[in-house]
């Protein structure tokens, strides 16, 4: 079993529509990721959290550290959020390390 | 901006070749990454440095070695390619974490190709 489980593996959703997607791990962090990889394999940091929520624009990324739970929400979704969204943990005592989980590929259509 | 450079997006090799894949940062980061990402895998680390010069091994670094002689530049080499060394090549830079968040800022990917 990964360490970093995400689902769904794939979302398709129409223009505008509010997107969610989780992220459930199984050890101890001191930091959560979430990524995004367009087509052609870039990687960018969207958001680095250890507690609570953070917003940026039309993005929302909460972690419940009990539950070792984080989801990452998209709302009036456009054509544009189409690409790949990673979650990544750094786990406890593992210095700048981060473990991945396999993406969730998201396209929105018109 | 952080800017982190590889040097090739994408490569075609030949089975038996040494291949040098090169990874540039500009802020001065303490940690650099090589990561190489599969389907239905995810990224998965191959090497990271700490420091000039100082170098872990990942989750698989069988087939691979790193050089990182400036602070600036982490190299990873391919000292005899392999057909299942085909794959996306990831860089990535970090500061030290030194007790906060630290931001990861990853490169634009080398898609590998060896024949």
């Known amino acids: 079993k990964n360490e970093v489980e995400q689902s769904p593996q794939n979302l398709t959703a129409q223009?505008?529509?509010?997107?969610?997607?989780?992220?459930s791990y199984s050890v101890g962090i001191s930091a959560l990721h979430w990524l995004q990889q367009h087509p052609g394999g870039g990687i960018v940091s969207l958001f680095m959290l250890s507690s609570g929520k953070k917003k940026h624009g039309r993005l929302i990324a909460t972690i419940n550290i009990q539950e070792k739970h984080s989801s990452l929400h998209i709302t009036a979704s456009?054509?544009?959020d189409s690409a790949v969204y990673i979650c990544a943990v750094r786990r406890t005592g593992t210095a700048s390390k981060l473990t991945f989980g396999t993406g969730t590929r998201l396209q929105v259509t018109l | 901006d952080v800017k982190v450079t590889q040097s090739s997006r994408y490569l075609v090799k030949r089975t038996g070749e040494k291949v040098f894949l090169e990874c540039v940062q500009d802020m001065d980061h303490e940690n650099m990454f090589w990561y190489r990402q599969d389907p239905g895998l995810g990224l998965r680390l191959i090497y990271f440095s700490y420091d000039v010069k100082m170098k872990e091994k990942g989750d698989i670094p069988e087939g691979y070695s790193v050089s990182r002689e400036k602070?600036?530049?982490?190299?990873?080499?391919l000292e005899s390619a392999s057909t299942n060394q085909t794959s996306m090549y990831l860089c990535a830079s970090s500061l030290w974490p030194g007790g906060g968040e630290t931001?990861?800022?990853f490169g634009q990917g080398t898609r590998l190709t060896v024949v």
């Open chain 1, 15 to 23: 223009e505008g529509e509010f997107i969610t997607i989780n992220c």
């Open chain 1, 78 to 80: 456009h054509p544009r």
């Open chain 2, 71 to 77: 602070k600036e530049r982490f190299s990873l080499i």
């Open chain 2, 103 to 105: 931001e990861a800022f």
